[in-house]
């Protein structure tokens, strides 16, 4: 009996900890406020389902694993990515020169970070994006912490150049 209120325990820390950082993945990969909503419940209702298998290590990490996961199942089935329209946003702001220099600046992060090769770009958004360390980057992504941090010194170099290609 200990052992399952601990597990339900551990299972709602981890909620609390991580569902905001789990929906901001999310978010940044699919830019779909209402699909990255879904995906994080998913992504707790599926752990929930299957938290006797976890056998400890990163929680964090294997909560990303499961995100990451659903993520590329949901585009498997659609063959799309939705991209969310921030007109509105925009619109509604009393900054608006500001914000669309900053949505530019993001706009154009994310394109250069969309344009990496698949590893380097996985390892660019949880290293940098979800602040994820190099271990439990390796746990998301199933490579040691050596590896993680080869790839992100090639996507930095990557990015760089082709961040000061576009200025």
Known sequence: MDSLIDRESQFEEAYVAHADAIKRYLLWRTSEPLLAEDLTSET?????????????????????????????DHWRKHKEVPMCDSVEHLVSSENLLEDVTRNDDAKSLKLAVGRLPKKLRSVVELRFIEGLSAKETGEVLGLNEGNVRVLQHRALKKLQITLTEHE
């Open 44 to 72: 707790f209702a599926k752990a929930w389902r299957s938290k006797e298998k976890f056998n400890g290590g990163s929680y964090k990490a294997w909560l990303y694993r499961i995100a990451q996961n659903l993520l590329i």
